[in-house]
């Protein structure tokens, strides 16, 4: 890891397609933050995935394949985590560990938020009782919105 660059971790998957962001606009995040990001996978798509997204970014580093404990202790040492509506962007807030997670067809209010653990959600409205897995409105968080964000947690 570059001790010059912050080091951020990309959570690609989740359960379902409609909760993934766009790996094309975390290539464009990797890019407008110019950080050392590395992006954690835990089936053969998401890898494929990651390989393809560091294809396009020179920022973007794909991690080997890690367990649960290799997970949390990579998490527990980065600048930021940025990912779905998942456990392993979740695991960010029991870290205390910066992170931004992203949302789409699924609530935010299943989340507590603090000064360094924020959300941001597409302009869909959830039924928190009904999920609908063909909202794929996540794709309409726009790689600027977490550009920013990002930005200002590194600066709290």
């Not at 397609?17 to 606009?25: D, I, L, T, V």
């Not at 962007?89 to 789409?104: E, Q, R, V």
């Not at 209010?109 to 941001?120: A, G, K």
């Not at 597409?122 to 977490?146: C, F, G, M, T, W």
Request: glycine share 4%.
């Amino acid at each position: 890891m570059h001790s010059d660059l912050k080091n951020i971790v990309f959570v690609i998957g989740s359960t379902w397609p409609s909760r993934n962001y766009p790996a094309e606009k975390f290539v464009d995040v990797a890019n407008g933050l110019a950080q050392n990001c590395l992006v954690i996978w835990g089936n053969e798509n998401e890898r494929m995935a990651a390989e393809n997204m560091a294809r396009q970014s020179n920022f973007i580093r794909v991690m080997p394949a890690l367990d649960l404990n290799d997970v949390k202790a990579l998490l527990s040492q980065v600048d930021l985590v940025i990912g779905n509506d998942t456990g392993p962007t979740h695991f960010a807030w029991g870290l205390n560990t910066p992170s931004i997670t992203l949302f789409g067809c699924t609530p935010v209010s299943r989340v507590y938020q603090t000064n360094i653990n924020r959300t941001l959600k597409s302009s869909s409205i959830v039924n928190p009782k009904k999920l609908n897995k063909q909202d794929y409105s996540i794709s309409e968080i726009a790689p600027n919105r977490i550009i920013d964000l990002a930005n200002e947690l590194f600066h709290l």
